[in-house]
Nanobody
Framework: VQLQASGGGLVQAGGSLRLSCAAS????????VGWFRQAPGKEREFVAA????????NYADSVKGRFTISRTNAKNTVTLQMNSLEPEDTAVYYC????????????????WGQGTQVTVSS
């Protein structure tokens, strides 16, 4: 599976962004997809993940109620809608995929896309 993340940008605090993760391959529906982020000087951390069917998902506590993950398997796409953005959300965001159920640990994801920068100004 090859992944490509897009949709990052510069936004003011309180604003919204919509990230997309486009995947290749005809068996995309088998893969759970997660979003992770990495701020300068920090470890890459889990943000949200969704299972292959799109019916199960997990969120980091820091984004619950503000971010929504969804997927459209017919288009091989996973979307992360980010609302009420805060300066602390500034990071490079990565999407990743694994053949199996949802996990929150980056080491359990086999396939990674390149990152997309999200910058939230105060």
């Amino acid at each position: 599976v090859q992944l490509q993340a897009s949709g990052g940008g510069l936004v003011q605090a309180g604003g919204s962004l919509r990230l997309s993760c486009a995947a290749s391959g005809r068996t995309f529906f088998k893969y759970a997809v997660g979003w992770f982020r990495q701020a300068p000087g920090k470890e890459r951390e889990f943000v949200a993940a969704i299972n292959g069917a799109g019916g199960s998902w997990n969120y980091a506590d820091s984004v619950k109620g503000r971010f929504t993950i969804s997927r459209t398997n017919a288009k091989n796409t996973v979307t992360l809608q980010m609302n009420s953005l805060e300066p602390e959300d500034t990071a490079v965001y990565y999407c990743a995929a694994r053949d199996g159920p949802v996990r929150n640990t980056r080491s359990e994801y086999e396939f990674w896309g390149q990152g997309t920068q999200v910058t939230v100004s105060s």
